[in-house]
């Protein structure tokens, strides 16, 4: 099956600091990722659409110049949280699509958690 | 507007008893998916099933269920004798089913909380 992954699986950061995360497809290409955000104890709030090639969309309400996505290649997205903050510690997790025969399946990473203190 | 409304915040049995996780969708597309979701403490989702807004028929799998009603916008998850093991949130969710320029975004409700004991 595709497999998605994510490096670092966790990662603890000082307030003020920048810390990337990389989301990688393994055995297939990936032309569109997705980063999702999940507090503790709630949902998983999509952050933002990658594409390979092109900026990514942002949802509403989140800080494109914060949250910088770079989708290089068609396996591999990063997501770098810039001045990292306390309030931005969270869960992240990548998911990329995979396009077969005009359907699609998307395949989960499983997820950074990062801790700003 | 995509919307997933799981009501159920948490829920607790005791094991080897039933249990149904309940999901009401709400979608202005004709066709779409629904999914649903294990995430264990550890964090990783795991998929479960995903269906497609032409194919109503239940689905079993081993001690797993899905009850899918277009009618009632609902496609509810069924665990029969639950165990321990079975502990995690589980997550309903929802995207369209062709391929859009919008990327396919996937739509989560709040999540149900199982807490399977002894």
């Given at each position: 099956?595709?497999?998605v ?6 990662v ?5 600091t920048?810390v990337?995360i990389?989301c990688r497809?393994?055995?297939?290409q ?5 980063w ?20 990514a ?5 989140v800080?494109?110049d914060k949250f910088l ?7 591999l997205?990063?997501?770098?949280v ?6 931005d510690s969270s869960f992240?997790i990548c998911?990329a699509?995979?396009?077969?025969g ?7 990473g ?5 801790t700003?203190? | 507007?995509?919307k997933?409304?799981q009501a159920?915040?948490?829920i607790?049995?005791?094991e ?6 309940d999901?009401?969708y709400?979608t202005r597309d004709?066709t779409?998916?629904l999914f649903?979701?294990?995430q264990p403490?550890?964090?990783?989702l795991v ?7 032409f194919?109503e ?5 081993g001690?797993y269920?899905?009850?899918?009603q ?10 029969t ?6 502990s995690a949130v589980?997550?309903c969710?929802?995207s369209?089913?062709?391929l859009?320029?919008?990327g396919?975004?996937?739509?989560f409700g ?5 807490k399977?004991?002894?």
């Open positions: 099956g595709a497999v992954s994510q490096h670092p699986s966790w603890i950061c000082k307030s003020g920048s990337k990389e497809s393994l055995d297939f990936a032309t569109t990722m997705f999702y955000r999940q507090f503790p104890k709630q949902s998983l709030m999509l952050m933002a659409t990658s594409n390979e090639g092109s900026k969309t942002y949802e509403q309400g800080e494109k996505i770079n989708h290089a290649s068609l396996t997205s990063t997501l770098t810039t001045s990292a903050h306390p309030e992240y998911s699509r995979l396009v077969s005009g359907s699609y399946e998307q395949y989960f499983p997820g950074t958690r990062l700003v203190t | 507007a995509q997933v409304t159920q915040t948490e607790s049995v005791v080897k008893e039933d249990v149904t996780l999901c009401v709400e004709t779409y998916y649903w979701y294990k403490p550890s964090g990783e998929f479960l099933i995903r269906r497609n807004s194919d028929q239940n689905e079993i799998s001690r269920s899905w009850n899918f277009k009618s009632t916008s609902s496609f509810n998850f069924t665990i004798a639950s165990q321990v093991v079975d589980y997550f969710a929802l369209p089913l062709f859009t320029g919008g396919n975004k996937l739509t709040t999540g149900t909380q199982l399977v004991e002894l």
